[in-house]
């Protein structure tokens, strides 16, 4: 009995270890594909998603204030990559497309 709790515990530990890597597209097949394949993004924030996250940290800024803005393979993880200029000030970022988070924020004055 006991040996059956913990060969069931194990695989439900392994069915929640593979579904968070999925979520982020380690093991759906993204890894090293085409962006242009609507299938690998499914489950990736989107463009306008990012882009108002970035805008968020810069209190005033607008989209015409984004100088670049690109979506970026790194590490079999897609990224969103930019750059806003507000007020004379340059902010680059990094956004993981998979779930939002701030990678990189840098100021230059």
Do not use: P
Not at 20 to 42: E, I, M, P, W, Y
Not at 60 to 85: C, K, N, P
């Amino acid at each position: 009995m006991k040996i059956r709790q913990r060969v069931l515990s194990l695989i439900i530990c392994v069915l929640l270890l593979a579904g968070s890597l999925c979520s982020c597209g380690v093991f759906n097949g993204n890894a090293g594909k085409d962006r242009s394949n609507a299938h690998a993004t499914d489950s990736l924030i989107s463009k306008e998603e990012a882009i108002g996250i970035a805008l968020k940290r810069v209190q005033g800024a607008t989209s015409e204030d984004l100088l670049r803005f690109e979506m970026e393979q790194d590490d079999e993880h897609w990224i969103y990559v930019g750059d806003i200029v507000y007020q004379g000030i340059e902010y680059s970022f990094e956004i993981e497309a998979c779930n939002g988070n701030i990678l990189l924020w840098e100021i230059d004055k």
